[in-house]
């Protein structure tokens, strides 16, 4: 008994078909941004579920739950460098690595991270305007009595 298998086309369309909240000004770009998404790091997907890796990768978008084309992109970015980040610290403890090998994948791992953060702080600030909002809860004056409220400040990272 054969099995049938389907091309990789065939695999990857319902998935593609499913994602609703992606925002892509065509099809096109949705599907050059998805495979894009899907090859940027190696495919650890166990034997048993091939296009596991993809499926997750694609599950991650989602999670950030991007609202334009811009934030699309920024989340796949984000993405990308979340797996890679995962890849160089599976490289850093897999085997016998020299620790100047290891600490070579630990710091590789160190920067995808920053980038990871970067790119959310971009999707946060692309979303709110990059506007600051202070929200003042809960204050106890006296009668007569005066109150400030201040959080911290931030000398705008001048040298002095």
């Known amino acids: 008994m054969t099995k049938k298998t389907a091309t990789p086309d065939q695999a990857i369309a319902p998935a593609w078909d499913t994602v609703r909240n992606w925002h892509t000004p065509d ?10 998404l899907n090859h940027a790091a190696p495919d650890h997907s166990p034997e048993t579920r091939p296009g596991l890796a993809a499926e997750a990768a694609e599950k991650m978008v989602d999670m950030l739950n991007p609202r334009d084309g811009v934030e699309t992109l920024l989340c796949i970015q984000a993405v990308q460098a979340h797996n890679n ?9 897999a085997g016998n690595k020299t620790p ?10 160190a920067k995808f ?3 990871f953060r970067e790119h959310v702080e971009a999707i946060d600030k692309h979303r709110h305007g990059g506007k600051q909002q202070i929200v003042v809860q809960h204050v106890n004056v006296a009668h007569g009595g005066q109150a400030v409220v201040a959080g911290s400040f931030d000398k705008g990272g001048g040298q002095g």
Do not use: F, G, T
């Open 113 to 115: 991270m920053r980038v």
């Open 85 to 93: 980040a995962s890849e160089c610290l599976h490289q850093a403890w």
């Open 100 to 109: 100047v090998v290891r600490d070579a994948y630990l710091n590789r791992a």
């Open 27 to 36: 099809k096109y770009v949705l599907s050059v941004a998805r495979h894009q």
